[in-house]
């Protein structure tokens, strides 16, 4: 009886290693919290999600991409994805999963974020942290979207 406790106890603790990613500072941070916050107000809102891609595309153009490593399709997707839902042109996306996307693009273009961009060396590794985590939790949306770009909707 105690070892089977003792070994729930562990594949439980397993699963929280696991999820490691979710307790770095940049997701715990205030500024990820305003960023969820203001991705319900900007989804709700008229015209929220236009600004946002405007801000996030040209922000994008100048960021380096070495942070972001194997994320940056996945960044660029994000991007896409919002342009087409916000012309109505793709609503394929669940809530949950437009809110976490909404939310990660507004930490990126938050000049108040955990590092501020201009810290030499270590200005876009919050971003990138972020970027890796929205993802993460929502990459079977982002490569539903992706199905449906390619299909030539």
Not at 134 to 149: C, G, I, N, P, Y
Request: charged share 25%.
């Amino acid at each position: 009886m105690l070892s089977s406790h003792l070994m729930r106890k562990a594949k439980t603790k397993s699963r929280a290693e696991s999820h490691v990613s979710y307790q770095k500072p940049a997701l715990r941070s205030d500024a990820f919290a305003r960023a969820l916050s203001e991705a319900k107000l900007c989804i709700a809102g008229s015209g929220g999600l236009r600004s946002l891609f405007e801000r996030v595309a040209k922000k994008a153009a100048s960021l380096p991409r070495q942070p972001f490593k194997e994320n940056w399709p996945y960044l660029q997707t994000m991007l896409r994805l919002v342009r087409a839902y916000e012309r109505g042109e793709y609503r394929q996306v669940s809530n949950d999963a437009l809110i976490w996307i909404v939310a990660g693009l507004n930490y990126l273009v938050d000049p108040f974020d955990l590092i501020p961009d201009e810290t030499p060396f270590l200005g876009f590794v919050d971003d990138a942290t972020v970027i890796e985590f929205v993802a993460a939790k929502t990459r079977q949306s982002l490569d539903d979207f992706m199905t449906w770009e390619t299909a030539g909707a």
